[in-house]
């Protein structure tokens, strides 16, 4: 269970969203500055659009300094599995 | 033994320098101050009107803290020692060194002290394979500070380097003029504080960590069962193996302060699945809060989809986390890298063995999703053949590991005549590894997550694998286990210490475990110190190679539980009381392997040339040694006790052992006697 806010800056504006989990359910809302959140995720536009396409790893990223976080750190690792992964060749075995 | 440098540390924050305390790091070369797998001081060195020191001696206080006693001059043959530099440095939310200097004169000195600084904020992966970096470097040079830094687009890393005392800094370090009055001394402290994207990497106070890590360091030996025995290097082997399992805990950003272990210093202060598994492993009996903190980290980062470069599947429980340059730009895939095969189904007998243990059946509960997508991989994703067994491939071919399993070096599995075999390989530890994630599953879905079904198809799977395996693997003329399969399903018949991992596992039928146990004492494994890797007589056995002849104690810990588990003590203690005299010989800290050599031929272990150390799951042995001696096995709501000592360990008492039953004490004597020469 736990709350993040997503901080995405577009230019000069900025879009606030409040992502709410509680096992497995996830709800979604426009959020305020002063929304409060167990978590905190900013950055640009592109990138954001990077890690929905699956293109940018939000590890990587945050390690560059490309996205900011800040609070809880153990949220923002469960969180980026939400984020698709790159394609890839592998499938289940065929055993599955 | 010792490599003439001194280290200290803190989580993944740590100092290698020489002697004197100086750090003149070339490319390649692994001292200097590294924090986060970067390092942020390359160059560290202390003159005295323009003159290096010498040193006389050097306390190791803690593994935090150590002390330098300096004079000037060079190693020449007399030392005017009018003058005396006392260095005491700490890891505790940076780098501080206290610098003091005494004036033994009757006149009152001059002084010009200098401290050299300097960067190449190399990423550790850099400094191993001698790589160049890519981004600009600068310097700003402040009143009161100098800041080093390291651009790399918005890859941005800084070292700021100040001091208490009034000092001229410059872009290669700073100076003090300084004037001390007879018989008297002059004193400044040293800062060095490293940072990362979000500003400073450890922001604690260091005056307040410090104390706070020397209480920490006090609770952690006083948690621990003491330790009574007649047997002074076991008492010595005991204190060094708590102590340095302190320093090898590690706090990754997500744990909320609670440490789980790393593998070793310097190389692998960070998460490695399979250390850290290993270790809370060894350490169950001791400290087991270790346990609880790697599965919850490695539950939080467990793998959720299928990603080739990081060798990465749904369920699959990492192998490597780093935090560095190389990392972040992908360079390397270790964000993390899940390239191995052993940690996921070990995931699970983790969590089994700490529920056995400890009766907290709420992190069962918590972790209940993880691990039945470890369960899930091991049918899902690690059957890369379609024949019922555990197979690994990397899908990254240009920087995953070719080996996925602990023996990970590129000619550690072969063949008897010395052919590598093709890939996929199926090692045969890891049919062991998920023969027993599936029976501890099983009792985990019963018990606790109530789902009967999960539990009665996981004891089925767990039966049909432990028959095919005793068929498949079994080599009939040498009646032992093979090491792997090949991908045509041939059995790659070397004979490996992988045998005493099958015992520990179970999967090994019983009809078949008395032939095992005499290969493992047999003159081809045992070397009167340990088990080899591999056994001599086969085409690549070398004594001195690393998985291909040289004995590991973490690998002989579990060979002797294993052996223990099938009911052969006096075999286990054997092996315990090898490995633990081996230990006399490096102080009792054991190293990650030593030589293969016949015990009778060099009278003392050699130690492996580059083996790091401390190693966790080294350091984690004579733990699970003293479990194997002793006996103990929890049994429902109780500690069963049933000792089998070598001999000359006399009179053993292990005082206050944790677990579901409280605290404990547990008592032997020694009776058997080992047979010690090869």
Redesign the interface.
Known sequence: MGSVRFEIVDGRRTRRWLVTFDRGQLSVEPARADAEADCLVRADRAVFEGLAAGKLNAVTALLRGDLVAEGDPRLLVRLQRLFPGPRSARRRAATA | MNDGLVKILDGNTFVVSDDRGDIEASPTDPTGLFSFDTRFLSRWVLTVDGERLSSLSVDDLQYYEARFFLVPGMGTVYIDAKLSVIRQRAVAGGFHEELTLLNHSDRPVRLQVRLEAGCDFADLFEVKDALRKKGRYSADVHSRSLVLRYER????RATVVSATARARYDRDGLTFDVRIPAHGQWTTELHVVAEG??GVLDARDPKRALERMRRNLERWIDAAPRLECDWGPLRRTYRRSLVDLAALRFSP????GRSLPAAGLPWFMTMFGRDSIFTSLQALPFTPELAATTLRALG??QG??????RD??PGRILHEMR?GEM????ERPH??YYGAVDATPLYVVLLDEYERWTGDRSIVRELEHEARAALAWI??????Q?T?YVWYRR?NEESGLENQCWKDSWDSISFRNGKLPGFPRATCELQGYAYDAKVRGARLAREIWKDAELADRLELEAADLKRRFNRDYWVEEGEYFALALDPSGKQVDSLTSNNGHLLWSGIVDKSKAKAVARHLLGERLFTGWGVRTLAAGEARYNPIGYHTGTVWPFDNSFVAWGLRRYGFKDEAATIAAGILEAAEFFDGRLPEAFGGYPRAQTKYPVQYPTACSPQAWSTGAPLLFLRTMLGLEPEGEHLVVDPALPSEIGRLELLDIPGRWGRIDAFGRGRVEVRRSR
């Open positions: 687009a918005s890859f941005k994207q979000g950003p997500i744990t909320g939080d980062w959720a989809r299928s990603d080739d470069f990465e599947d935090y990392t972040a730009f992908e964000s993390p049918d899902d994703y690690a059957d890369l379609g019922g899908r």
